[in-house]
């Protein structure tokens, strides 16, 4: 019924005394209160904060005759005390003749019960004077279906730990923040021993109320924010978040401590151990799926070695733990023994082939492995924080060698150097940059420094600090990677870079992925707008080479020009400029 509707029905009612006027709110014999009666949804009138008419259908809700309520009582008697400034504002807004939607309060009975309610009132005038009516609907048996719902597609209904629709939700959640923080995530795949042999034996009812035991015993033995799950039968996760693999440890001898005890259940003493095997972010996985399976590997692995234990995962289970550890003493023996060396890729003009530039490439010249590429220790350097010393020396060595070329007598280039996240956020990294320039004697102009979108993006308004400090000094900034991280447009104005580079993986494909042409062309074309230089890197085919040109690409790096080379191959490279004026 609309609001006219009531406000006609009640003007006619006025007289015959439906909720007030001198006479008893029973009295009246006319078709709309006997609607109103008979309703069963509770129906009131409300003025002055008060019940001026309550249908017998509200008074049994709330456990009052309806003469209880009338001009005694208003809907602030009748909710939780935290409840009641927001009905104040519901109230006050009918009453001002503004018109509300639906809502839901938890109301308390004349027993002190307490049911939700669904509540939808209305602007009226009663007797001449404002007034507003509504409706009250008990929710409660909705509210509980609801639950139960939620309840069947979360929770695992044997145990009532979140289940794993439930488990990849709150994984996925840790790893966003993981991720966005830098810091560890560890996930335990734990199984029970010979579990099969309880049910085998004493049956499924035992068995399940082992599990119930089980889990109720483990979640004592967990962090509030850590995440205890059931995946199903006897095996259970539990996902850590900021556990590095040392507090990993830890946390599976107390679960396995915790299992090994007895457990009295149905009349018979029990006890089992558990197998525990174990993921670590971010060198072990960074999704659900790949986390689950690698820490269920290395539990195999734990059941393989006798049970009862645990196993981080690894290629090679315990090989790659140690071969981590002699990775770490290794790279600080380079460092002390100047193990590193810089190769350099060429950075060539697409109008005219001048190779104006060069990307400062870190090499490990090992003794007797040879020579090692970067991913095979740059992630092991930044987990160690080595990287920031293994940075510095090629921030200072690159800045000598361009100033070598320069005496030699070749013309200026520029020199780009890459940035780790690590370093780049460390204290004092701008007067290594300066301390870098200073001794070698380079134009600040002549080195550029190459930040990723991620790197700038993380505490962006931190990092234009930086970013800006660099700039004044006189050195170039390039934002590499881009396109695959999140920059904001809004920051990207900001910040005072001078260059973007594409990157390769939207370069890989250019000749036949419309969609990284279309990327490519967006990234030059925003380039050229905001007044940047743009780079492609990674171009190794002829056919790369002329989409970019026809693009109008300023600059572009890879195998078609040349590999990273030695210091004395590239000057001769530079002697000589091979690419200029081919077509």
């Known amino acids: 019924m609309t609001v006219g509707a009531w406000e006609s029905a009640l003007g006619q009612e006025d007289s015959a005394g439906l909720a007030g006027g001198g006479r008893d709110a029973g009295h009246g014999d006319s078709p709309f209160r006997a609607a109103l009666e008979a309703a069963q949804v509770g129906i009131f009138i409300l003025q002055d904060s008060l019940f001026k008419y309550v249908n017998p259908h509200l008074g049994k809700l709330f456990g009052y005759e309806p003469m209880e309520m009338l001009n005694r009582m208003g809907p602030l008697d009748l909710v939780l005390p935290e409840q009641q400034g927001f009905l104040q504002e519901q109230m006050a807004a009918r009453a001002r003749g503004e018109p509300g939607e639906a809502y839901e309060l938890s109301a308390v009975r004349k027993d002190g019960s307490v049911f939700s309610v669904n509540i939808l009132g209305a602007p009226a005038s009663y007797n001449g004077r404002p007034a507003s009516v509504g409706t009250v609907v008990d929710v409660s048996d909705q509210k509980i279906a609801e639950q139960k719902i939620r309840e069947l597609a979360d929770f695992d209904v044997l145990t009532g730990l979140p289940n794993r629709r439930l488990l990849r939700d709150r994984v996925t959640q840790l790893l966003a923040t993981a991720e966005r923080q830098e810091t560890p995530l560890a996930v335990m795949f734990l199984d029970l021993d010979h579990f099969k042999r309880v049910n085998d034996s004493l049956g499924h009812s035992v068995g399940d109320e082992l599990l119930c035991a089980v889990a109720q015993r483990l979640g004592t033995a967990v962090r509030r924010v850590d995440t205890l799950a059931r995946l199903g039968g006897d095996e259970f996760i539990v996902a850590l978040p900021g556990t590095h693999a040392t507090d990993a440890a830890d946390v599976a001898r107390r679960l396995i401590d915790t299992c090994n005890h007895p457990y009295q259940v149905a009349g018979h003493e029990l006890i089992v151990t558990a197998s525990i095997g174990i993921s670590i972010v971010p060198q072990d996985g960074n999704d659900f799926e790949v986390l689950l399976r690698n820490a269920d590997a290395a539990m195999y692995k734990a059941k393989e070695l006798g049970r009862n234990t645990f196993q981080f995962y690894a290629a090679d289970m315990n090989t790659a733990t140690l071969e981590r550890l002699m990775m770490e003493s290794s790279l600080r023996r380079a460092l002390r023994s100047k193990e590193f060396v810089l190769h350099y890729q060429p950075l060539v003009s697409l109008q005219s082939g001048l190779i104006i530039g060069v990307e400062a490439l870190l090499r490990w010249q090992h003794p007797d492995l040879g020579l090692i590429m ?210």
């Open 374 to 583: 970067p991913d095979r220790f740059i992630q092991v350097a930044e987990e160690t924080g080595l990287i920031n010393p293994i940075g510095d020396w090629v921030l200072c060595e690159a800045c000598r060698q361009a100033q070598a070329w320069i005496d030699a007598g070749l013309p200026p280039l520029i020199m780009a150097v890459n940035v780790a996240p690590v370093q780049f956020r460390q204290n004092g990294f701008i007067d290594v940059v300066a301390g870098a320039l200073a001794a070698s004697g380079l134009a600040a102009s002549l080195l550029e420094l190459e930040v990723t979108e991620r790197t700038v993006m993380n505490d962006a308004d931190i990092n234009i600090g930086t970013l800006a400090a660099l700039h004044r000094m006189g050195v170039e900034l390039s934002l590499d990677d881009f396109g695959t991280g999140y920059s904001s447009l809004a920051y990207l104005k900001r910040f005072p870079v001078a260059k973007l580079k594409i990157d390769r993986s939207f370069v890989r494909d250019l000749e036949t992925d419309a969609d990284d042409q279309a990327i490519a062309s967006t990234i030059v074309s925003m380039g050229r707008n905001l007044r940047l230089t743009v780079l492609a890197e990674g171009v190794e085919t002829r056919q790369q080479l002329d989409l970019l040109r026809r693009m109008d690409c300023d600059m572009a790096q890879g195998f078609l020009f040349s590999r990273a080379l030695p210091a004395d191959d590239v000057a001769e490279l530079l002697r000589a400029q091979p690419f200029m004026n081919q077509e």
